[in-house]
Antibody, heavy 119, light 108 residues
Framework: QLQESGPGLVKPSETLSLTCSAS??????????WGWIRQAPGTGLEWIGS???????YYNPSLKRRVTIFVDTSKNQFSLKLTSVTAADTAVYYC?????????????WGRGALVTVSS | SYVVTQPPSVSVAPGKTATISCGGD??????VHWYQQKPGQAPVLVIY???ERPSGIPERFSGSNSEDTATLTISRVEAGDEADYYC???????????FGGGTKVTVL
């Protein structure tokens, strides 16, 4: 299972920080990539980025300047930081797992965490 | 960047067949995956690698992919199939995951 955690309210221009805890399996599994996907209210899914346990990352080019994803294998967690947030970053943020070594699809998702950007 | 296009909505009567398209330039050369999302819930993978069903997904869900269109087909539609459906692929030119805009399936 995956579980997102972090503040539900962030002020404009500040940094959004979320953590995803993985239970029932190791985040260091060499077959898995881990990712963040978000969904603004009433809209579709937007991929933010993904990370391998070794630390190698892929980021959405449209967010790359503001995004950092990193892994803490000692805690079996991975995290998202999104800087300089605006109201447009208000969304439900999902963490997810890619378990195929060759194909980019997400077979396990967290329940999602709503983050509102507002002063 | 690569763009995939879905119809905003599809309506279908119970027991009938729903088809949801996912259009993109030569999308048949890519692997396409499909997710079902019910209100207030996280997405669930229903088809991967164009045609494969994860365990626990009913056989009523099937997929195909050729040329410029990938398709999700739901046979013998039930009320519980009412949801948003998203196609997704990988753009190897820009190394990014791409989602379609989603299709809302309404069961009449």
């Amino acid at each position: 299972q995956l579980q997102e955690s972090g503040p539900g309210l962030v002020k404009p221009s500040e940094t959004l920080s979320l953590t995803c805890s993985a239970s029932g399996g190791s985040i260091s599994n060499k077959n898995f990539y881990w990712g963040w996907i978000r969904q603004a209210p009433g809209t579709g899914l937007e991929w933010i980025g993904s990370i391998f346990y070794s630390g190698s990352t892929y980021y959405n080019p449209s967010l790359k300047r503001r995004v950092t994803i990193f892994v803490d294998t000692s805690k079996n967690q991975f995290s998202l930081k999104l800087t300089s947030v605006t109201a447009a970053d208000t969304a439900v943020y999902y963490c997810a797992r890619r378990s195929s070594p060759a194909l980019w699809y997400f077979d396990l998702w967290g329940r999602g965490a709503l983050v509102t950007v507002s002063s | 960047s690569y763009v995939v296009t879905q119809p905003p909505s599809v309506s279908v009567a119970p027991g009938k067949t729903a088809t949801i398209s996912c259009g993109g330039d030569n999308i048949g050369s890519k692997s396409v995956h499909w997710y079902q999302q019910k209100p207030g819930q996280a997405p669930v993978l229903v088809i991967y690698y164009d045609t494969e069903r994860p365990s626990g997904i009913p056989e009523r869900f099937s997929g195909s992919n050729s040329e410029d269109t990938a398709t999700l087909t739901i046979s013998r539609v039930e009320a519980g199939d009412e949801a948003d459906y998203y196609c997704q692929t990988w753009d190897s030119r820009t190394d990014r995951v791409v989602f379609g805009g989603g299709t809302k399936v309404t069961v009449l």
